[in-house]
Antibody, heavy 121, light 103 residues
Framework: EVQLVESGGGLVQPGGSLRLSCAAS????????MDWVRQAPGKGLEWVAN????????YYADSVKGRFTISRDNAENSLYLQMNSLRAEDSAVYYC??????????????WGQGTLVTVST | IVLTQSPGTLSLSPGERATLSCTAS???????LTWYQQKPGQAPRLLIS???SRATGIPDRFSGSGSGTDFTLTISRLEPEDFAVYYC?????FGQGTRLEIK
């Protein structure tokens, strides 16, 4: 069974840092692009970043570019999101998601349950 | 690209037909238009990829259509479990969502 389990969320002060992790199982992690998508409380979905199978390509939303870094460890079947210089508007549930194999449009066929990040004093 | 979903909220009864729209500000690349369903407290679930291909396990009452800038998700006969929020997506852009509620 495909599973994506996020961890690392919590309460952090503005300007602080947090590292999210996503543990993947039940599929060959190294074959898939992976994404981070977030959802502020009561709001819609916002794409954050994605990363190629071997980590050679990474893309970011303008809202997080220069502050967030996506990475992966295929040996550990894990995806990461390093978040620096956090702002109140970064508060959201962060989902890791798997890109549909063969997708040309970043279609996300499996999602984790999400981890909540709250940026506040 | 901006994706605009309409209506914002749709109130219908079980057994009725639901038509949800997603309009893109420019033509969608290779018709890579995707639909997700999200229920309260849950992660989104992939419904439709490539404009019209149902994901694994999705009932055939769900169908997607469209091309260019105008796309539609149709639920032929609403079941109680279909009341949720629906999002369209193209690449790194999501629509704002349509809430489908019980009338």
């Amino acid at each position: 069974e495909v599973q994506l389990v996020e961890s690392g969320g919590g309460l952090v002060q503005p300007g602080g840092s947090l590292r999210l992790s996503c543990a993947a199982s039940g599929f060959t992690f190294s074959r898939y692009w992976m994404d981070w998508v977030r959802q502020a409380p009561g709001k819609g979905l916002e794409w954050v970043a994605n990363i190629a199978q071997d980590g050679s390509a990474k893309y970011y939303a303008d809202s997080v570019k220069g502050r967030f870094t996506i990475s992966r460890d295929n040996a550990e079947n894990s995806l990461y999101l390093q978040m620096n210089s956090l702002r109140a508007e970064d508060s959201a549930v962060y989902y890791c998601a798997r890109v549909l194999l063969g997708s040309g449009g970043d279609e996300l066929d499996r999602w984790g349950q999400g981890t909540l990040v709250t940026v506040s004093t | 690209i901006v994706l605009t979903q309409s209506p914002g909220t749709l109130s219908l009864s079980p057994g009725e037909r639901a038509t949800l729209s997603c309009t893109a500000s420019q033509s969608v690349t290779s018709n890579y238009l995707t639909w997700y369903q999200q229920k309260p407290g849950q992660a989104p679930r992939l419904l439709i990829s490539g404009t019209s291909s149902r994901a694994t396990g999705i009932p055939d009452r769900f169908s997607g259509s469209g091309s260019g800038t105008d796309f539609t998700l149709t639920i032929s006969r609403l079941e109680p479990e279909d009341f949720a929020v629906y999002y369209c997506q193209q690449s790194s852009t999501f629509g704002q969502g349509t809430r489908l509620e019980i009338k």
